[in-house]
């Protein structure tokens, strides 16, 4: 019988980058085991340097080789297993899909640092200033142009389930916690994402967690 890869996620209340990753796998049909060490505890010092050459998740064990960084790991599975149509099609539109994974990767930090991700919490109004309103005024337009210009094929940024929506899923979820409401598109967007059912999965998980990383939580 063959292994399964190995996914390596930290806590799914928490960590965002897990989830980009952990939910492309998902809804794009990989099949894998599910590791998850809790962050910031002796077990993930011990054994994220053994798992990760960046000592951060995800990481990505396909039998052979480590792939880590969540974008990393869904471009390769793009790469090599094309029938889970993670990227358009079109390779003008697959530019265009790429270009807005990327800023997510890369951007946003006011809001990644004043909004972290929490599952459990309801916590509507905090965590806005300047910075975090300037991320959500480009955020929604991202949203929106990915929906008019790019989405008649279905209710995604790119009409079908692509990376790009497993990149900005954590977003959704931090305007789900914090209360942040966009334009009717945007929030129509929102929708469709906390709609997957793999979506409902990881809130159930992380709603069953016992962990508690004080550094994480916004009072």
């Not at 337009?141 to 008019?148: H, P, S, V, W």
């Not at 279905?154 to 966009?182: C, N």
Request: charged letters at 25%; aromatic letters at 12%.
């Amino acid at each position: 019988m063959q292994n399964l890869p190995v996914l390596y996620i930290g806590n799914k209340n928490y960590s965002s980058w897990s989830l980009r990753a952990w939910l492309g796998l998902r809804v794009g049909g990989v099949a894998f085991e599910e590791k998850l060490v809790p962050l910031r505890t002796e077990e993930w010092h011990a054994k994220a340097p053994v798992f990760s050459p960046s000592a951060k998740v995800p990481a990505f064990f396909d039998g052979k080789k480590t792939i880590w960084e969540a974008l990393g790991i869904l471009e390769y599975i793009a790469d090599h297993q094309p029938d889970t149509m993670l990227w358009p099609l079109d390779i003008d539109v697959r530019a265009i899909a790429r270009s807005v994974s990327l800023e997510m990767h890369g951007g946003f930090g006011a809001l990644r640092s004043s909004m972290p991700m929490n599952c459990r919490k309801s916590l509507a109004g905090l965590g806005r200033n300047a910075g975090v309103d300037k991320d959500i005024n480009r955020i929604t337009e991202i949203f929106k142009m990915c929906r008019t210009k790019y989405g008649q094929g279905g209710d995604f940024l790119f009409g079908q389930f692509s990376i790009a929506d497993a990149m900005y899923a954590p977003v959704v979820s931090r305007f789900k916690t914090y209360g942040v409401s966009l334009d009717p598109i945007g929030n129509a967007y929102m929708e469709t994402i906390l709609g997957l059912s793999e979506m409902k999965e990881w809130y159930e998980a992380a709603a069953a967690e016992e962990w508690v990383i004080a550094e994480e939580e916004v009072k």
